[in-house]
């Protein structure tokens, strides 16, 4: 057996991999009604005070990447606020105990990222809570396939652009009012924005501008100490696919078996890389970069 045929071997009997069970959800979808549950505790990971005494706001912090991310910032030593739609109060309330269970505290906002006012006010409350805001993370995503571009609507189009991107926008905007050198942004982006997807152009769309936003503001930033990076995972495990209208129940099953690990990542695999990105300790020289974490896929970008 070759030395990459032994890894994906060693790395499918460490992490659940396809075929799932045959599932779908209407709506946001919710983490806790997957099956098998994403892993997000990363109980391999060992923290190392990289993040102490800073204040994060993690957008669609409630479950997939967003809660992994929030309870490893906690155990690095950050306060964090999530932000959540009200549907998905169930995830955010156990995001909200595991992140006081590692000795942090979680402030959780209810709302939609799509109003323009609610990003301004997130912000905000995380100020007054915590004093200070170092570390924002624009997470929170709204993705549905359709079977080609004639099939997305206005409103869809708006709605993905909205979430994905205007909220990046807006949530930069309103942190800079109070963040100061050595705070950090960092905003989920995919694979998709860097090679396309079939069935999901307005969503690869949003990644592509998120990726060129990101690089952007890094540059304005320089001379303010404040880094900007984006991160682009391949398939995750995460409420955002099964509640994916273009979904069908047998294309979850199968979601990330053509990934070169034949299985989407877990949330606590993506994790440390949000770790690693807003630590000055770690990459205080990196700024303007889009981080590929795609499970072997290698692509320029």
Not at 194 to 207: E, N, Q, R, V
Request: proline share 7%; aromatic share 6%.
């Amino acid at each position: 057996m070759s030395s990459q045929s032994q890894a994906r071997t060693e790395s499918k009997m460490r992490e659940p991999v396809p075929p799932f069970p045959e599932q779908h959800q209407e709506g946001v979808g919710l983490e806790q009604k997957l099956d098998p549950r994403p892993r997000y505790k990363a109980e391999a990971y060992r923290a190392a005070g990289k993040l102490k005494d800073k204040v994060a706001l993690i957008t669609g912090g409630d479950s997939g990447i967003g809660r992994a991310v929030a309870v490893l910032y906690a155990r690095e030593g950050a306060n964090v606020a999530i932000t959540y739609l009200p549907e998905e109060q169930p995830d955010a309330d156990e995001t909200k105990k595991a992140v006081e269970a590692a000795g942090a505290a979680c402030l959780a906002i209810p709302g939609d990222l799509t109003d323009a006012a609610f990003c301004d006010d997130v912000v905000e409350q995380t100020v007054r809570r915590f004093g200070k805001l170092d570390i924002l993370v624009s997470n929170a995503a709204h993705q549905n396939r359709k079977p080609s571009l004639t099939d997305v609507t206005d409103e869809e189009f708006d709605a993905t652009f909205k979430t994905n991107i205007y909220s990046y926008f807006r949530l930069s905007r309103a942190a800079l009012r109070h963040m100061k050198a050595g705070s950090v942004i960092i905003a989920t982006s995919s694979e998709t924005g860097i090679k396309g997807s079939k069935k999901l152009p307005d969503y690869s769309a949003t990644k592509g501008a998120i990726n060129a936003f990101t690089k952007s503001l890094a540059i304005d930033l320089i001379d303010k100490g404040i880094r900007v990076n984006a991160i682009a995972p391949g398939p995750v495990w995460t409420p955002l696919n099964p509640s994916d209208d273009g979904m069908t129940p047998k294309d979850v099953a199968k979601f990330g078996q053509d990934s070169p690990m034949g299985r989407p990542a877990q949330p606590e695999e993506l994790a440390p890389a949000y770790v690693f990105l807003a630590s000055n300790a770690d990459s205080s020289y990196i700024t303007g970069t889009v981080l590929q974490v795609m499970g072997g896929e290698t692509t320029g970008g």
